[in-house]
């Protein structure tokens, strides 16, 4: 059985669709800085027990990750910003 919804308008969906990528925006944001966080809680562990090389070696990928991850937030936040990107608020009145 579908259920059809009838009588949306196209600004409430966009309003939804938004609402639905600021959500994902931050869980996004909260990733990159637990990332960013988790790799030097690594980074610092495996340096006391296995050696200053192989904590930065095991860190690096991680925090490679939270930094492009940040990049990215930014970039889009930006063209949100600007009015261009998927974050743009639709205001029709």
């Given at each position: 059985?579908?259920?059809?919804?009838?009588?949306?308008?196209?600004?409430?969906r966009?309003?939804?669709?938004?609402?639905?990528?600021?959500?994902?925006?931050?869980?996004?944001?909260?990733?990159?800085f637990?990332l960013?966080?988790?790799?030097?809680?690594?980074r610092?562990?495996?340096?006391?027990?296995?050696?200053?090389?192989?904590?930065?070696?095991?860190?690096a990928?991680?925090?490679?990750?939270?930094?492009?991850?940040?990049?990215?937030?930014?970039?889009?936040?930006?063209?949100?910003?600007?009015g261009?990107?998927?974050?743009?608020?639709v205001?029709?009145?």
């Amino acid at each position: 059985m579908a259920i059809v919804e009838v009588g949306m308008s196209s600004y409430a969906r966009t309003s939804t669709r938004i609402e639905m990528l600021r959500d994902r925006f931050v869980n996004l944001s909260i990733l990159a800085f637990g990332l960013i966080i988790g790799g030097f809680v690594i980074r610092g562990f495996a340096r006391t027990t296995l050696g200053g090389q192989t904590g930065d070696l095991l860190a690096a990928p991680i925090i490679g990750l939270g930094f492009v991850l940040i990049v990215i937030l930014t970039a889009v936040s930006i063209l949100g910003f600007l009015g261009v990107g998927p974050l743009a608020d639709v205001d029709n009145g």
